[in-house]
């Protein structure tokens, strides 16, 4: 059988990604193929896309870019008990995510709630599991935290949402960076928003005056120093975002991670947000045709919230 995929050749802009009619990829042992439902755009997709994290000048094999994946699965491979065909599930594929039909290692998948929608569903695997992970290398994981200050930047992003509603969750303070059009949504979130950019130590020691204990950098646009400067010490603040300001700073880089932490928090956060304790960033629907468009709108910003193919 053959279905419709993204795919890229070659290193570039947006215009390398071609539509293509490919034989359906074949789970290996310990794997499913998935019935895409809905596959979410993430920055990482497009930096790979424009080759500038790879060692070589293209792909060693056509690449399907994408992680984020909700769909049905509708073949199982060798050794695979835990889920049928039929399940409903959500995470991340191996074999990429834009496409009719994608392959996932199945300790990467976990079932999908009925009470989200598959666009949602989509939106959340690498955002959530990042944000947790994130906040458990600060000293913020499971516990109270009550009394401790955290910083996110980025507030209003898809891992910046969940790091954020986690920590107040877990009874902290938090404030949180945003453009003045989201600063709303990061105090729905229960943080107290300052506007990005220049003289953001001073905003933030105004509405802090007790001082800020960590930071969390999501947003990569260049705020590191400043948090550093807000905690008093590069090793209470973690980005995801800023690998160069990392190394110059002596600040921890996160990335990566562990399938079975990451099938532990989606379990943690997906009923809380099946019953809207906590809420989800925006979706916006893009057909899997346009795919470029939708990369590229995310990298300079066009759109807000978690851009979702449709295939
Ligand atoms: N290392 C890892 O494991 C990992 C995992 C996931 C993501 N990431 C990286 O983390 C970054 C964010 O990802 P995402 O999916 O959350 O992106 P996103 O959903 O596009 O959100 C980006 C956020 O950055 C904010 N922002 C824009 N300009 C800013 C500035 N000058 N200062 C502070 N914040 C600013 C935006 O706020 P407004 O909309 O209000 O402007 C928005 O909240 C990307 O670089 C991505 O590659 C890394």
């Given at each position: 059988m053959t279905s419709r995929a993204v795919q890229y050749r070659r290193f570039g802009g947006p215009e390398v990604l071609e539509v293509v009619e490919r034989e359906d990829p074949v789970p290996g042992e310990g794997q499913v193929r998935l019935a895409v439902r809905a596959a979410a755009v993430n920055p990482l997709d497009w930096k790979l896309r424009t080759g500038a994290?790879?060692?070589?000048?293209?792909?060693?094999e056509p690449k399907v870019p994408g992680y984020d994946v909700a769909g049905v699965v509708d073949a199982v491979g060798a050794g695979v008990t835990e889920l049928a065909v039929g399940d409903e599930v959500l995470g991340k594929t191996t074999s990429g995510s834009y496409a009719e039909k994608a392959v996932a290692n199945t300790n990467a998948l976990v079932r999908k709630p009925e009470a989200i929608s598959w666009e949602v569903a989509a939106s959340l695997s690498v955002g959530v599991t990042t944000a947790y992970r994130a906040l458990a290398q600060l000293?913020?994981?499971?516990?109270d935290h009550t009394g401790t200050t955290l910083i996110v930047d980025g507030a209003s992003g898809s891992v910046g949402v969940y790091a954020v509603q986690l920590a107040v969750a877990r009874g902290a303070t938090v404030i949180g960076t945003a453009s003045a059009t989201h600063q709303d949504d990061v105090r729905a979130l229960g943080a107290t928003p300052v506007v990005y950019g220049e003289g953001l130590v001073e905003r933030v020691r105004e509405v802090a005056p007790q001082g800020v204990d960590l930071a969390f950098e999501t947003?990569?646009?260049?705020a590191l120093r400043d948090l550093v400067t807000l905690v008093g010490s590069p090793d209470k603040a973690i980005t995801i975002a800023d690998y160069t300001g990392a190394q110059e700073l002596g600040v921890v880089f996160t990335s990566g991670g562990d399938p079975d932490d990451e099938r532990r928090w989606l379990a943690d956060a997906l009923p809380r947000i099946a019953d809207g304790r906590f809420r989800t960033t925006a979706v916006v629907t893009y057909p899997l045709a346009e795919a470029g468009k939708a990369q590229d709108d995310n990298q300079h910003g066009r759109v807000s919230g978690k851009l979702v193919l449709l295939p």
């Open positions: 994290m790879a060692g070589t000048d293209a792909p060693p000293g913020l994981g499971e516990g947003a990569g646009k260049g």
